[in-house]
């Protein structure tokens, strides 16, 4: 059974920074690729950062440069290290994990940007 556990959301201000976490059990992060989306209310789920199997990443446009997207293969595990947060990033972010069919979704954890 394969299982993604987020961690790491809250509240911070504009400018400031926050580290999700996600850890995977049941299936490998380095196998077939995973990553995050994010969903903002009314808006649709937007892809944040990919991390391939191989390891390449890639990220939206209107995180570049803010965000780094990493992958412990030890520990089997994808985090977003998320720097000079805008009110614009409040969404509530999903780490995903993709399989050989089928890809793989966490609970979501909320991120808030507001002073």
């Known amino acids: 059974q394969v299982q993604l556990v987020e961690s790491g959301g809250g509240l911070v201000q504009p400018g400031g920074s926050l580290r999700l976490s996600c850890a995977a059990s049941?299936?490998?992060?380095?196998?077939?690729?995973g990553g995050w989306y994010r969903q903002a209310p009314g808006k649709e789920r937007e892809l944040v950062a990919q991390?391939?199997?191989?390891?390449?990443?890639y990220y939206s446009d209107s995180v570049k440069g803010r965000f780094t997207a990493s992958r412990d293969n030890a520990k089997n595990t994808v985090s977003l290290q998320m720097n000079s947060l805008k009110p614009e990033d409040t969404a509530v972010y999903y780490c995903?994990?993709?399989?050989?069919?089928?890809?793989?979704w966490g609970q979501g954890t909320q991120v808030t940007v507001s002073s």
């Open positions: 995903y994990a993709n399989g050989l069919r089928d890809r793989y």
């Open positions: 049941g299936i490998i992060f380095s196998s077939y690729g």
């Open positions: 991390l391939t199997g191989s390891g390449h990443i």
